[in-house]
């Protein structure tokens, strides 16, 4: 099973940064599409962000383009997510996920795998 644990969340003030990490267990790292999404109370969980194998793939949803940045490290077992010009619309608890098929994180949208999630809430 892969493991996956976010960290980086918390509150900020509306215009600011901040930068979620998601390590990953194993050594099969490398292997794995990588992805970020997130769910608003009430609603399910939606597509933020993806990045393949490799990193030189990246997908976004149109509403963060330009503010959030997924990437990776595959030394450090690690996927980032950069947020920047934070909107209180950004709240949300975000979760990372993982999945072999670049596919299932950014067309299907059904990972096989998740994380906890981390809270991150933007004030105005």
């Known amino acids: 099973q892969v493991q996956l644990v976010e960290s980086g969340g918390g509150l900020v003030q509306a215009g600011g940064s901040l930068r979620l990490s998601c390590e990953a267990s194993?050594?099969?790292?490398?292997?794995?599409?990588m992805g970020w999404f997130r769910q608003f109370p009430g609603r399910g969980r939606e597509f933020v962000a993806g990045?393949?194998?490799?990193?030189?793939?990246?997908s976004h949803e149109d509403s963060v383009k330009g503010r959030f940045t997924i990437s990776r490290d595959n030394a450090k077992n690690t996927v980032y997510l950069q947020m920047n010009s934070l909107k209180p619309e950004d709240t949300a608890v975000y979760y990372c996920?993982?999945?072999?098929?670049?596919?299932?994180?950014?067309?299907?949208?059904?990972?096989?795998?998740w994380g906890q999630g981390t809270q991150v809430t933007i004030s105005s």
């Open positions: 996920a993982a999945d072999l098929s670049f596919g299932s994180i950014v067309t299907t949208r059904r990972p096989d795998y």
């Open positions: 194993g050594r099969t790292f490398r292997r794995y599409c």
């Open positions: 990045i393949n194998w490799s990193g030189d793939t990246t």
